[in-house]
């Protein structure tokens, strides 16, 4: 998913994508450990894709604390 699809999520949806990309990742690192996991990359991708949801969820949480004041 591309920077700009997800600044457009709202927090609500950030916070429900941040909990299903963790789920994923972990049923992939179980699958790599058992052997089964075909494409390694996609746990890089996995992860990435979750570092970026989890750096838009904590910019828009500074953002509602700097609104609210």
Not at 31 to 44: A, H, N, T, W, Y
Request: proline share 1%.
């Amino acid at each position: 998913m591309k920077t700009n699809e997800i600044r457009e999520f709202s927090l609500n949806d950030l916070r429900a994508r941040k909990l299903s990309l963790g789920e994923e990742a972990f049923h992939l690192r179980l699958q790599q450990q058992s052997g089964q996991l075909e494409k390694p990359s996609q746990l890089r991708a996995i992860r990435r894709e979750l570092a970026r949801v989890e750096t838009f969820i904590t910019l828009k949480n500074k953002t509602a604390v700097v609104a609210s004041k």
